[in-house]
């Protein structure tokens, strides 16, 4: 409402950045901002039907994908044990932390040694902890909570899989992108995604890892296991996760933002007074 009203009152114009869950969630509210932006700004094809459909204009609309810092491939050997990586809040149930617990008696089947390591805090760290013991698979499972930025990128480094298999919640929203698959992808990692929501435009299926039904632990219990028994599909996958995570680097999302800002600051420019 700030920016509406410095907008009719001083004629500057307002960009407004959308995700995800304040979309679906925001009600008239998200509609207000959406339809009297001069530019709405989607990060994936997701955002951008999502703001569509709640009152954007789509001649004002762009996306712009988020970015990732540039970093270099691991110069050290993943763990000796198969793990398998998760990082993400311990606070919405749609990320898939649930399903992949599901998963994990069956991927223990084929992978004996399978380690789950979750990275994250939050309100359903017990409730996880929780399933894992009713399903008997807590020797497999590591809760590690909120850690450094050194240590999430150790684990990445260490780490065979990424997987956040995101779903979209029955109060929509989900996954906006997906900013860790590019992280994991930036060491190297295949990912095992949902294939909606986001993760359409962070993982390319079967170049960068794998887009599976998320509602289905059967289907990411497959996709875990395949990467997990072909070490040469995975580093195939993570190679070329890595080569795209560099085409999406802050540096560049950062000059096609400020591309656009100009272009709107420009065209909204009041006439020079005489």
């Not at 617990?101 to 223990?108: E, G, H, N, Y």
């Amino acid at each position: 409402p700030a920016a509406v009203f410095i907008r009719r009152s001083m004629g500057v114009p307002y960009v407004q950045y959308v995700h995800s869950q304040e979309v679906a969630r925001g009600g008239r509210l998200a509609r207000f901002a959406l339809s009297n932006a001069a530019v709405v700004v989607a990060v994936s094809r997701h955002a951008f039907d999502l703001a569509l459909a709640h009152g954007a204009f789509r001649h004002r609309l762009h996306v712009i994908h988020p970015g990732v810092d540039e970093g270099e491939l691991p110069l050290t050997a993943r763990a000796s044990r198969p793990t398998i990586l998760t990082v993400a809040r311990l606070e919405e149930w749609y990320k898939g932390h649930d399903v992949i617990l599901r998963a994990l008696p069956l991927v223990r089947a084929r992978v004996p040694e399978v380690l789950w390591a979750a990275v994250g805090d939050g309100p359903l760290s017990d409730v996880y902890a929780s399933i894992a013991r009713c399903l008997g698979v807590e020797n497999s499972v590591r809760f590690l909570g909120a850690l450094s930025d050194a240590d999430r990128n150790a684990w990445f480094d260490s780490a065979h899989v990424f997987a956040m298999p995101s779903r979209i919640p029955a109060n929509g929203g989900g996954e906006g992108f997906g900013i860790v698959y590019l992280e994991a992808g930036s060491h190297g990692l295949p990912s095992v995604a949902g294939n909606m929501a986001g993760a359409l435009d962070a993982v390319v299926d079967g170049v960068t890892g794998l887009l599976v039904d998320p509602t289905s632990h059967v289907a990411v219990a497959d996709a875990l296991t395949s990467l997990l028994t072909d070490p040469d599909q995975a580093s195939t996958m993570g190679r070329a996760a890595a080569v795209r995570a560099r085409e999406f680097s802050w540096r560049l999302a950062s000059h096609r933002v400020e591309a656009l800002l100009a272009e709107t600051a420009a065209s909204t420019r009041p006439p020079a007074q005489r």
